[in-house]
């Protein structure tokens, strides 16, 4: 099972030496991997119909997961970046293809691509696209990336992209692996015919409810679960190193093949107090 460790943008109020701190430390600590989250713009809750129900507003920083992984690839040699989910359907499935490939290229191969469809309608507005028929269009733009990834050429008739015989130069050397993430029915349904694995955030007994239907609908589609990654993300709702340590534990009898530590909501206000919060960790579980 791999250990990886969430980027902490709430509490490190865009610091760019905070950014560096973190992803250099994660691997010298001997994490596997770095988790970031995804928003482009925060936005006011106040006076919104429909209401905004997620748990960012214009409070919370933000780095773009995919520049941010760029930067840290020239500094660090074996984690692996993953984005833990862009919100794929409010931005332009060519410029992120071309994006990702260039963050795997650039970091040797060290790039998981996690995907989810967002719940803040006002970003879709900015952006230029349609909250309503996000989950129609995220799952034509899983295909669309693959096939930019593999293909010399590309000429691509669907419901949201239209391309003519082109294609990005240079593609990446490998097949980039697309995971997903989110809470209902449809994406499960989504994550198992399309997915590389699924990443799972929030309280245990619904990320076993939700594996459960993953499981079904990736044996309907003649898939092997077990061919498929199962991520889980702990730490939001546990205070200590020994209660995260214990949830990886559970994770580990569950059959994770990756856990993500998250050290947000802690009253860290410091790269080093996170760091340290992650050693802790470490070192319980033996790790280190």
Not at 78 to 94: H, M, N, S
Not at 141 to 161: A, I, M, N, Y
Not at 162 to 187: K, L, Q
Not at 192 to 208: M, N, Q, S, V, W
Request: hydrophobic share 40%; with cysteine.
């Amino acid at each position: 099972m791999k250990i990886g460790a969430v980027y902490p943008q709430s509490e490190l109020r865009g610091d760019p030496e905070a950014v560096r701190r973190i992803g250099t430390s994660v691997e010298s600590l001997g994490f596997d991997y770095l988790l970031t989250y995804d928003h482009v713009l925060g936005a006011t809750h106040e006076g919104r119909e429909p209401k905004l129900t997620g748990p960012y507003t214009e409070r919370d920083p933000f780095h773009d997961p995919l520049v941010m992984f760029a930067h840290l690839a020239a500094l660090t040699r074996r984690i692996e970046f993953v984005t833990g989910i862009l919100i794929l359907p409010q931005r332009q499935t060519a410029l992120v293809a071309r994006q990702a490939a260039d963050v795997d290229l650039l970091s040797g191969g060290r790039f998981r691509l996690g995907v989810g469809i967002g719940w803040n309608y006002v970003e879709y507005q900015a952006l230029g696209q349609s909250f309503n028929t996000r989950g129609r269009r995220q799952e034509e733009q899983v295909q669309l990336l693959r096939k930019l990834w593999s293909e010399p050429l590309v000429t691509f008739q669907g419901q949201f992209d239209h391309i003519d015989r082109a294609c990005i130069n240079p593609r990446p050397t490998r097949r980039i692996p697309i995971w997903f993430g989110g809470f209902s029915e449809p994406v499960f349904r989504r994550a198992a015919r399309l997915g590389d694995g699924f990443i799972f955030t929030g309280p245990l007994e619904k990320a076993t409810d939700g594996w459960e239907q993953v499981e079904k609908y990736l044996r309907e589609a003649g898939r092997e679960p077990a061919q498929f990654g199962k991520e889980m993300v702990v730490g939001r709702f546990d205070a200590t190193p020994q209660a995260v340590a214990a949830r990886i534990e559970w994770c580990r009898d569950w059959g994770c093949t990756h856990v993500a530590i998250d050290t947000m909501g802690k009253g860290f206000s410091t790269a080093e107090a996170h760091l340290q919060f992650l050693s802790d960790v470490q070192q319980r579980i033996g790790r280190t």
